[in-house]
T-cell receptor, first 115, second 115 residues
Framework: AQSVTQLDSHVSVSEGTPVLLRCNYSSSYSPSLFWYVQHPNKGLQLLLKYTSAATLVKGINGFEAEFKKSETSFHLTKPSAHMSDAAEYFCVVIDNSGGSYIPTFGRGTSLIVHP | NAGVTQTPKFRVLKTGQSMTLLCAQDMNHEYMYWYRQDPGMGLRLIHYSVGEGTTAKGEVPDGYNVSRLKKQNFLLGLESAAPSQTSVYFC??????????????FGPGTRLTVL
């Protein structure tokens, strides 16, 4: 079974300060993990994904995430927030077993960026 | 290359009316998905399809039906709409290559209101 928990429903930062969006997962097998971003009234866009290669994954727009198996975490970070980063962020897990590629989404974290 | 498109973008229904949402993808993807997005709930899987002519239930299938008569199209039907089905509906598609590591591509969404 697989599940994902996004630990914060809202994160508020000032422009230019670091961003940390937290995600913990549960998976019976070696998982694939994704972060998607959704800007207001838009569809979802892939930020980055972990697929059992390097544990530190770099994505678009300066975001990166580190897979930590011992902590079952896949937190998303960015050194310096930009106003355009304000959006909803979703952590997604897929359990690499049984040939069933059904993702499980977290409930989302709303990132608010203040000028 | 349009990616994933959804028709219509907006719709208002009265309780008991029926409608069909159309999802089309031009990437020759095997997998297609229908999700609903409600505030604070993330994305919840309604139905999915692993290939032409096949469909399966997701997490919240009640009140919905789907069909995948052509590989590029995935239809979501509401036979008798209820106010609880007011939501934003997203379609997604994914290639079957390399299993779960592939990215899902999302449509722009359909905003449905049931009065």
């Amino acid at each position: 079974a697989q599940s994902v928990t996004q630990l914060d429903s809202h994160v508020s930062v000032s422009e230019g300060t670091p961003v940390l969006l937290r995600c913990n997962y549960s998976s019976s097998y070696s998982p694939s993990l994704f972060w998607y971003v959704q800007h207001p009234n838009k569809g979802l866009q892939l930020l980055l994904k972990y697929t059992s290669a390097a544990t530190l994954v770099k994505g678009i727009n300066g975001f990166e995430a580190e897979f930590k198996k011992s902590e079952t975490s896949f937190h998303l970070t960015k050194p310096s927030a930009h106003m355009s980063d304000a959006a909803e962020y979703f952590c997604v897990v897929i359990d690499n077993s049984g040939g069933s590629y059904i993702p499980t989404f977290g409930r989302g974290t709303s990132l608010i960026v203040h000028p | 290359n349009a990616g994933v498109t959804q028709t219509p973008k907006f719709r208002v229904l009265k309780t008991g009316q029926s409608m069909t949402l159309l999802c089309a993808q031009d990437m020759n993807h095997e997998y297609m998905y229908w999700y609903r997005q409600d505030p604070g709930m993330g994305l919840r899987l309604i139905h999915y399809s692993v290939g032409e002519g096949t469909t399966a239930k997701g997490e919240v299938p009640d009140g919905y039906n789907v069909s995948r008569l052509k590989k590029q199209n995935f239809l979501l039907g509401l036979e008798s709409a209820a106010p609880s089905q007011t939501s934003v509906y997203f379609c997604a598609s994914k290639a079957r290559l390399a299993g779960s590591t592939d990215t899902q591509y999302f449509g722009p969404g359909t905003r449905l209101t049931v009065l």
